[in-house]
């Protein structure tokens, strides 16, 4: 490629474009490509306080002048601020990528992420709510005007179907088939599966999508809308979700994953085969599901250690 088109043209920018309109990732996942990709064009730069980083030009150039030392030097600048191994190792998995599609495209000869090994882990366990907190959290909505209905509908799908936050508020009201109970979700690389619906969350659909119907909103298609009857936004449902928690008497802090995470438990605590909740939460690969496992062996030795007479 000309080096005037690789000047003109950002190489982030590129980059980015490729991860939204070829690998088909949300635009959550491509903003959290960028911040951190922003990070490491300041640090190139020799300012971490910088609010912007450098463009064009000069951040071509610094991006092609890499050698694994600079990397080095980066993840340690990041460990010495006190960042967790899970983000360092993310930030570095953006670099991979980034430069893995830079020498593909044939702006790199060689790949200075390649000899660079991706820190080891800590090994922490999903937070999750246990039943009677679910239950808790699930009656706090209280109310039938639309927003409230919306809410109740929103913890009821959460719950029922384990699907993420993005998946949710992307739902469109094609997707959503409350006499065959299920759903449709688009996931993570736009995978779609079935999600099957519970009762409970089909009753709280049927009482919502009955009441939407009457408020004629913009964005027609989707199945959660906003007061001003736009599609919701993810932020607004973790907002909500704070707004109920506290009103449970349980954890505002406590996210919409937290919700996913009780799902996978409570599936695996009742008998249900892993591969199948792996098909439920759309995951690609069984060792991510393999996580919860963990989870359910530690709650079955409590309970063995508190039911059996001679456990102690």
Do not use: W
Not at 62 to 81: H, M, Q, S
Not at 178 to 185: C, E, L, Q, W
Not at 284 to 296: D, F
Request: net charge positive; aromatic share 6%.
């Amino acid at each position: 490629m000309a080096e005037s088109q690789t000047i003109a043209t950002s190489l982030v920018d590129r980059f980015l474009g490729y991860l939204q309109h070829e690998r088909n990732f949300s635009e959550h996942t491509v903003r959290s490509y960028a911040g951190d990709l922003a990070q490491f064009g300041r640090f190139l730069a020799g300012d971490d306080s910088a609010e912007n980083a450098p463009e064009g030009e000069l951040l071509s150039h610094l991006i092609r002048a890499v050698t694994p030392i600079d990397l080095r030097r980066y993840l340690a600048r990041l460990r010495a601020a006190d960042y967790s191994r899970a983000t360092v190792a993310r930030k570095l998995a953006t670099l991979r990528s980034f430069y893995k599609f830079l020498a593909r495209e044939g702006v790199m000869e060689r790949n200075p992420v390649k000899v660079i090994r991706t820190p080891r882990q800590e090994k922490r366990l999903p937070k999750f709510l246990d039943p009677a907190q679910v239950e808790r959290l699930l009656g706090a909505p209280q109310g039938n005007d639309l927003l409230t209905l919306r809410d109740r509908a929103i913890l009821e799908v959460l719950y029922s179907t384990g699907m993420r936050v993005g998946e949710l508020v992307g739902l469109n009201l094609e997707d959503v088939d409350p006499i065959g109970d299920v759903a449709r979700v688009r996931g993570k690389g736009r995978r779609e599966r079935l999600a099957p619906l519970g009762s409970y969350a089909v009753r709280a659909l049927d009482r919502y999508l009955d009441v939407r119907a009457k408020a004629e909103p913009v964005d027609a298609d989707a199945v959660f809308i906003n007061r001003h009857g736009r599609r919701l936004s993810a932020r607004s449902v973790r907002r909500k979700l704070a707004k109920y928690l506290r009103l449970a008497g349980l954890d505002p802090s406590i996210s919409p994953h937290t919700l996913r995470h009780s799902f996978a438990t409570h599936m695996l605590e009742r008998g249900a085969d892993l591969r199948a909740v792996q098909e439920l939460l759309g995951h690609r690969s069984l060792s991510t599901t393999q996580i919860y496992t963990h989870v359910t062996a530690g709650r079955l030795k409590e309970i063995y250690e508190a039911a059996h007479p001679r456990a102690n």
